[in-house]
């Protein structure tokens, strides 16, 4: 890569001190941010540098903070949105009827390759319609038994298979198994997912009215996954001597994937259950998990640790403990249309300093797509507490709620 920086001297009348001036001045404001790229063999790409370093320092001279933080958001932007438009979609599948579409490789799940166009947006096509693959950027693969390659993708000449070439070969998989693939450039926003939903539930009979909202949010990458979800259960009745009930909880989890389909996961969190009688419970700990299957359509995983809890009861003394958790979890994806998600935890806390005394948390979550990013999913949750601090309080929390998402 060669830089080339061309730096003109400054225009007649222009002065360093005025910002108004640099404003009304079109030559002040009029740049060209180049760089040139050379790649031997392929293709020569272009971008010129011109800066003008006294224009840098008119864009800055301003006596108001406010003027001077617009003016750098404008900065970022117009550097941004070149780099942004870079990334063509090169990307050439040619399908079994013959038929050529043009764009850009996102991902490769449960057997669909996810291809985003200029003008008809984000396909799904089967794996098993794609006659051929032009592409020249690499991907990232991961298979079921744990193993990630790096290679170019491509369909070969007989047979549903994937060819995968590496810089040790060409590497033959059949599409059950990979987990996934992801392009190596992938960015920020490919690799996150976000979930948000609402829901209501109203009895007249009763006047009672169920309200539920959450969120989710995940970040996966080659080895590690990030997890965030947070909900709120609000039970209200129109009778004035009948408390609310509400239940909230905040969870984080990291998870970094060792060799051999184990993993490493620290966790993090707060929660409220008025029915088991905690108004605060905050805790953290890791724990050592292993995935027992893994595949582009299912998730089985288990895990073991410990956890630090810290709880305030509604009318007892807080109360630090060490608990142990043992936990299964069950995820079920499909990406054919509509997508269909099913996801099935357990976690038990085992307390090590009041023997005797252990937690339960289980939830399962089924997500059915109504149209694109808009999907409705049920929830049935369970919560126990074998001997709450509070007195009056239950020892059992259960619930079933419906609603409306969006996903990114």
């Given at each position: ?401 419906s609603s409306v998402g969006w996903t990114y």
């Open positions: 890569m060669a830089w080339d920086w061309r730096l003109p001297p400054p225009p007649s009348g222009g002065t360093r001190g005025s910002c108004r001036h640099a404003i009304a001045s079109r030559a002040a404001w009029k740049w060209v941010f180049t760089c040139r790229w050379r790649v031997e063999g392929a293709r020569e790409a272009e971008l010129f540098a011109k800066a003008r370093y006294h224009q840098w320092s008119l864009l800055f001279a301003g006596e108001s903070p406010m003027l001077r933080l617009a003016q750098l958001f404008c900065l970022v932007l117009l550097l941004v949105g070149p780099v942004a438009a870079i990334a063509d979609k090169t990307d050439v599948v040619i399908l079994s009827n013959g038929d050529k579409i043009t764009g850009e490789i996102k991902s490769l799940e449960a057997g669909q390759l996810e291809f985003k166009t200029d003008t008809m947006g984000t396909v799904y096509i089967e794996w098993r319609f794609i006659d051929d693959i032009i592409s020249s950027k690499y991907q990232t693969v991961e298979t079921t038994t744990g193993e990630r390659y790096l290679g170019r993708m491509q369909k070969p000449e007989e047979g549903e298979g994937i060819s995968l070439v590496t810089a040790n070969g060409t590497l033959e998989l059949q599409p059950s198994e990979v987990v996934a693939a992801w392009p190596v450039e992938a960015t920020v926003w490919d690799k996150m997912n976000i979930d948000l939903s609402a829901g209501i539930d109203y009895a007249k009979s009763t006047e009672i009215t169920n309200l539920n909202f959450a969120g989710s949010f995940s970040y996966l990458t080659e080895n590690r996954l990030l997890e965030a979800n947070g909900s709120s259960y609000v039970t209200r009745q129109g009778s004035d001597d009948v408390d609310e009930q509400t239940k909230q909880s905040l969870t984080v989890a990291y998870q970094y994937f060792l060799p051999s389909l184990r993993f490493r996961t620290y966790m993090a969190g707060l929660e409220s259950n008025e029915a088991l009688g905690v108004d605060l419970r905050i805790y953290a700990g890791g724990a050592i998990g292993q995935y027992f299957t893994k595949t582009n359509r299912t998730w089985f995983t288990g895990q073991a640790g410990l956890v630090v809890s810290q709880e305030n009861p509604k009318d007892a003394e807080s109360e630090l403990s060490v608990e142990a958790v043992g936990g299964l979890r069950h995820r079920y994806f499909r990406y054919a249309h509509p997508k269909r998600s099913w996801d099935t935890q357990l976690l038990v806390y085992p307390s090590l300093t009041d023997f005797g005394r252990w937690r339960a948390d289980f939830t399962s979550t089924f997500k059915l797509e109504i149209v694109s990013d808009l999907y409705w999913s049920m929830q049935a949750y369970l919560n126990y507490d074998s001997d709450p601090l509070s007195q009056d309080a239950e020892t059992t929390d259960y619930g079933l709620t």
